[in-house]
């Protein structure tokens, strides 16, 4: 009887042992599971830091795509832009103001004529906004000379010889003589004017031959 009772209790014991061991063998991955994903899940990877910058420089032939915005400053002349199918006489008028948002094609830039080819959500002439009887975008094409062209813009990569002056924060001012300029993840605006081109915004990254600058702002 004793044997008996001896034999159920170590069975007993074993089964316990058994448990537990597999307990410990389902709850420690669980354990190690919710501290990874802690760290993962707890640290945010910080913006990277931008450059205020400012420049001027010599005017310069450039092919822009799609921007946020276009202001376009015309004398009397002779051009006319073409919206769809229908041709806009602008010659009758002593200015004219355009202002096109988005723009969404190529804008071609040489010396004080703007070349366009694209289309757009919304155009106004002189604050006049006209807008497309059954599409959602309006088609246009012109060739305008114009007194100031204003872009709002984003770039990926902008790189460009010239000669002027560039401003980065308020940190440093570099003279440029036929040197290159590269902007990084460039946002902000391109101001077409006189025998200028200004440019105002933030970039990630700024290099003038091949030499890089980090100067943070943020």
Same mark, same amino acid.
């Given at each position: 009887?004793?044997?008996?009772v001896?034999?159920?209790?170590?069975?007993?014991?074993?089964?316990?042992?058994?448990?537990?061991?597999?307990?410990?063998?389902?709850t420690?991955? !669980?354990?190690?599971?919710?501290?990874?994903?802690?760290?993962?899940?707890g640290?945010?990877?910080?913006?990277?830091?931008?450059?205020?910058? @400012?420049?001027?420089?010599?005017?310069?032939?450039?092919?822009?795509?799609?921007?946020? @915005?276009l202001?376009? #400053?015309?004398?009397? &002349?002779?051009?006319?832009?073409?919206?769809?199918?229908? &041709?806009?006489?602008? #010659?009758?008028? #002593?200015s004219?103001?355009? @202002?096109?948002?988005p723009?969404?094609?190529?804008? %071609?830039?040489?010396?004080?004529?703007?070349?366009?080819?694209?289309?757009? &959500?919304?155009?106004?002439?002189?604050?006049?906004?006209?807008?497309?009887?059954?599409?959602q975008?309006?088609?246009?094409?012109? !060739?305008l000379?114009f007194?100031?062209?204003?872009?709002?813009?984003?770039l990926?990569?902008?790189?460009?010889? /010239?000669?002027?002056l560039?401003k980065?924060?308020?940190?440093? &001012?570099?003279?440029?003589?036929?040197? /290159?300029?590269?902007?990084?993840n460039?946002?902000?605006?391109?101001?077409?004017?006189?025998?200028?081109?200004?440019?105002?915004?933030?970039a990630?990254?700024?290099?003038?031959?091949?030499q890089? %600058?980090?100067?943070?702002? #943020?």
């Open positions: 009887m004793k044997s008996k001896l034999i159920a209790a170590v069975i007993m014991l074993s089964l316990l042992l058994t448990a537990a061991l597999g307990a410990l063998v389902l420690k991955p !669980e354990v190690l599971e919710n501290k990874i994903t802690g760290l993962l899940t640290e945010k990877p910080s913006p990277p830091s931008r450059i205020a910058l @400012y420049a001027e420089l010599s005017p310069m032939d450039l092919n822009l795509t799609d921007v946020d @915005y202001a376009i #400053s015309l004398e009397r &002349q002779n051009a006319s832009l073409f919206l769809e199918n229908t &041709q806009v006489d602008l #010659s009758e008028l #002593s004219t103001e355009l @202002y096109i948002k723009f969404k094609g190529e804008a %071609f830039i040489n010396s004080t004529v703007l070349k366009l080819l694209g289309h757009t &959500q919304e155009l106004s002439i002189n604050k006049i906004k006209l807008s497309p009887l059954t599409n975008e309006l088609n246009l094409r012109g !060739e000379n007194k100031r062209a204003e872009f709002d813009l984003s990926g990569d902008f790189k460009v010889i /010239s000669s002027g560039i980065l924060g308020n940190k440093a &001012q570099i003279d440029l003589n036929n040197d /290159s300029l590269e902007l990084k460039f946002k902000g605006q391109f101001t077409f004017e006189g025998n200028r081109l200004v440019i105002n915004g933030t990630e990254n700024v290099n003038i031959n091949s890089e %600058f980090k100067i943070a702002t #943020s």
